[in-house]
């Protein structure tokens, strides 16, 4: 099972944050994200923030070596090369032959990332506020609240280059499209579709999300298991 953040979170609205929640949860998705050894501790002014940092990526190195790497997708480039670096980070099946657009959605990548789950979050459970090492937390309680146990967000998954107004939606402003959460596959393929046929553009995919208490895990469901290339190197 993966490691916990061992930072407490206060239950009080409003009661300040402490810096090492976000600090610990950075470093994890850094660590269960850079196959084989733990990356190098950031340059940051917080000292304590970076101590927590340090322990988030030991704790997220040492899960990727026994639970499998994750790719961070949205936030880097290529695929991580895992040679030695224990178990395999590779595409695995989606599971999800038998839905109607099942097979459409063959494969899935394990990702972590915090940046799409913010968009996620807003759509989900607007008002909740993500960030600070917040997100998965928040989203994992809405989905308890709410009785939910998966939700799919239509994306693309290569960026676009052409510049853009500032629109406070994380994956837009990345450069990412993306489309509407729902709460199942088959009623958010047709949006994933419909951006690669209309628009005639190549690759897009379906973020699938599991609540993982505080983790920011997510599977990604390329239409018809179809990345760009230049991901994969």
């Known amino acids: 099972m993966p490691q916990h953040n061992p930072y407490p979170v206060p239950d009080e609205p409003g009661v300040f944050v402490p810096i090492g929640v976000e600090g610990w949860q950075d470093g994890y998705d850094a660590g269960i994200s850079s196959p084989p050894n733990t990356p190098p501790t950031p340059n940051v002014r917080n000292p304590d923030y970076m101590d927590a940092w340090d322990e988030g990526a030991a704790a997220g190195n040492a899960d990727g070596r026994t639970e499998g790497w994750r790719w961070e997708y949205f936030d ?3 695929r991580p090369d895992s040679r030695g670096a224990g178990r395999p980070y ?3 099946d989606s599971g999800e032959e038998g839905q109607e657009y099942g097979k459409v959605f063959p ?3 394990p990702c972590v990332g915090e940046l799409p789950l913010l968009t996620v979050l807003a759509q989900f459970a607007p008002g909740q506020r993500g960030g600070d090492g917040l997100t998965g937390r928040q989203l994992a309680r809405a989905c308890a ?3 939910v146990t ?3 967000l239509p994306v693309s998954v290569y960026p676009s280059d052409v510049a853009q107004d500032r629109t406070g939606d994380p994956l837009t402003d990345a450069g990412y499209w993306h489309g509407t959460v729902h709460q199942s596959l088959d009623e958010a393929a047709p949006e994933a579709l419909d951006y690669v046929t209309v628009r005639v553009v190549r690759f897009a995919a379906l973020l699938r ?7 920011h895990f997510f599977d990604l469901l390329p239409v018809n298991g179809r990345l760009p290339s230049s991901r994969l190197r």
């Open 90 to 92: 590779e595409v695995q």
């Open 209 to 215: 999300y599991g609540p993982m208490a505080e983790h």
């Open 107 to 109: 494969q899935s990548w």
């Open 76 to 78: 880097g480039g290529a």
């Open 150 to 152: 998966r939700l799919y």
């Open 145 to 147: 609240d709410k009785g």
